[in-house]
């Protein structure tokens, strides 16, 4: 789960994530965010409430003024530098869905991206990549012919519950 670090409980991409977070735990999924506040507290949120574990890839020594990992996750991994902690969130995802962010998400997305689109040259099924919200359709569907690459490796949704929808469905998974 990738997204802003920006919103506050009650704020609609607050309530989005915590719904989103839920959606996915109730399907079975792990979830795995950043750990800080925002979308990535709503994420973990929904998820913990709803009987999932929860994972945090934090990187302490880059955000030194925050204090590990949001009250509902289970389990924190530590990054050395914001690089590592991006890899190691997408390397341990099964599916990615980035909800609306700044720079940090479109970061976190691209690099998702990009190693769903090498997975062809190792034989690989990609990893199913999904984002929420009409920033990331406008974006995604630029990118893709700016820099001449498969947009269609991204799905692009309007909301959290067709993310896990879409989630839910590549993976096999039917919310319990």
Known sequence: MFGSSSPLPGDAAYVEG???GAGLASAGFTVVTGGYGGVMEAVSRGAAEA???VVAVTAPDVFPSRHGAND?????LRAPTIARR???LVEMSDAVIALPGSIGTLTELVM???NAFVARFSETR???LVTVGRVWNDLVA???VVLETDGS???TVTDVDEAVSFVTRRLGRQPS
């Open 126 to 128: 990609p990893v199913p």
């Open 18 to 20: 915590v719904r989103c």
């Open 112 to 114: 998702a991206w990009n």
């Open 72 to 76: 509902y996750v289970a389990e924190e």
């Open 86 to 88: 991006i890899a190691q």
């Open 153 to 155: 490796l991204v799905e």
């Open 142 to 144: 630029r990118l893709a």
């Open 51 to 53: 009987g999932g574990h």
